[in-house]
Every structure is written in C-alpha cells, then in structure tokens.
C-alpha cells in the first residue's frame, strides 16, 4: 500500500510514467537487500552504492540516489520516518562521454531482416528519435495523420512528423494490431522498456539513445535549424540539444578542404624563387 500511495504521489505531481517506473523499479531492486525501506539508514545507502561502483555506471547510480531522494523526502511528510536518510547524500556526477552514432548502412542492413515489429522499434528510433520508453508506449491513438503526439518527459507534448520511411511500416502494424499499442505486452499494456531495448541492441547492435542521436544529428545536418531539433527531441534546453549533435565526417572533410590553400602559384619559376628566398633567409639567419 505504500508503494502504491508513493506511486499516486508521483503521478499527481505530474512526472512521467517513464520516470515512475524507474523510481519505483529501482526502490524495488533496492528493496531486495534492505526489506524494510523505512528502517534505512544513510550508511545503508552509501554501502548499497559502494558495492555497486564497479558494475554500475556514474549515470545509474545516480538514479538510485533521485530515487531515494524523492522517496525519502516523502516518506518524511508523511512522518513515516524521522529522518530522511538520503539527505546527506552527494549526487553522482557522470563523465560527460559521446555515444556511439548508428550508422545509417548497419540500421538499413538491419532492417532488411528484421520482423515488422523490430522494423517498427528501430525506425521509431532512428526517424522519429524517441526515447526508448516512447518507443514502448507508442499507441495508435497518438497518431493524427502523418503526425504522433507523442507525451515526453514532464508529460510535455510534442509533434513528432511521420516521414516516408517510417509511414509504410506504421501502416503494416496497424493493419496488423488493429487499434492499440504497437508493441503490445503479453499480458495487457505495451512490452517493457528493457525487452524494446534488448530487441534493438540485438537486432542492431546499438543502444536505443544511439538511434535518436544518429537521428538529431542527421536533422540538423539537413536543416541546420537547431531550435527545431530542439523541438523534435523534446529537450527544455538547447544545451541539452547540443550534446545530441556530433559531426560528421563529411562535415569534417568539408573543414579540410576549407583548410586548402587558397591562391595558387600563378607561374612554376614561382616555386624556384619561392625557395631561393627562404634559403637564403636561412643562411643568414
């Protein structure tokens, strides 16, 4: 019953289900080793993420500490505990590392042998360049046109446009769903966010977030219109929108050929007396 009140508390607060879901699995996990959640001390938690520094990236342990942060804070309103354990908690900060781009030959190798289903997760990511959990909870009904309105982080909503390359594969699983959730579950609601993932990785031998990066990048590149990408990715900041961007090789080849030399020798005798100057300035010198 708490769980389930801390769960509503989340929900009326206005978070999105993504994030609830991480909260709540990661206090489960945690629950796990330490039963009762209310008898935690801040040793507790520090020990937890000790043990875990070497099999768990800055990133993920930094969510157990968000967990526990808005979970204890909680907890400690509702005069469940007498002590918020997680407040002397330092958050984590993360090395600032560059995802691997996908490349666009391996994902349309990709696609020639994927199922629809799979076609369907990689091009949601790639054209679309929605998050894995967007990608999971995609229903039909979001769709108006040739247009998904698609809910992000915060629940803020966002266009995403459906071009030709996604379109006909929206249509077969349409046609082959009916009315619902693309990625229907086993037992109700759409499949699980880490199963979507693992589909991708292994079909692709990409993470998901490559996809939407390799996707922003391309959308910049054709339009140079940063504030749409902005938009299209869903990001409050167009500093997050940045780090989505990498450059291209094409890009970089162009700045070489910039580099060239821009005037060329009008006359070969030039050469000579070029390099009959330049010795003799280093003979006196």
Known sequence: MMMKNYRNHLLALGL????????????????RSHPDLLAVTTADLKNFLAARRTTLGASSRQTYVSAWRSFYRWVAKEHLVAVDPSLEL???????????????????????????????????GRMGCLRLSEIASLHSRMRRGDLFVVKGKGEKERNIPINDDWMPVV????????????????????QHISTVGRKISTRTGYNPHALRHAGATAAFEATGDLRAVQEFLGHASLATTEIYLHTSLN??????????????????????????????ENLVA
């Open 171 to 190: 249509l077969k699983m349409e046609a082959k769903i009916g009315r619902g959730y693309y990625l229907p579950g086993r037992f109700g609601g759409y």
């Open 251 to 280: 890009a970089v080849r162009r700045v070489s050929a910039g580099a060239m030399f821009q005037g060329a020798v009008a006359n070969p005798h030039d050469v000579d007396r070029i390099f009959d100057r330049r010795l003799k």
């Open 90 to 124: 330092e958050s984590i900060r993360a090395p600032r590392a560059v995802p691997r781009l996908a490349a666009d030959d391996v994902l349309q190798y990709s696609l020639l042998a994927a199922p629809l289903e799979e076609q369907h997760m990689i091009l949601a």
């Open 16 to 31: 999105g289900v993504g994030t609830v879901d991480l909260y709540s699995h990661r206090l489960e996990y945690f629950g």
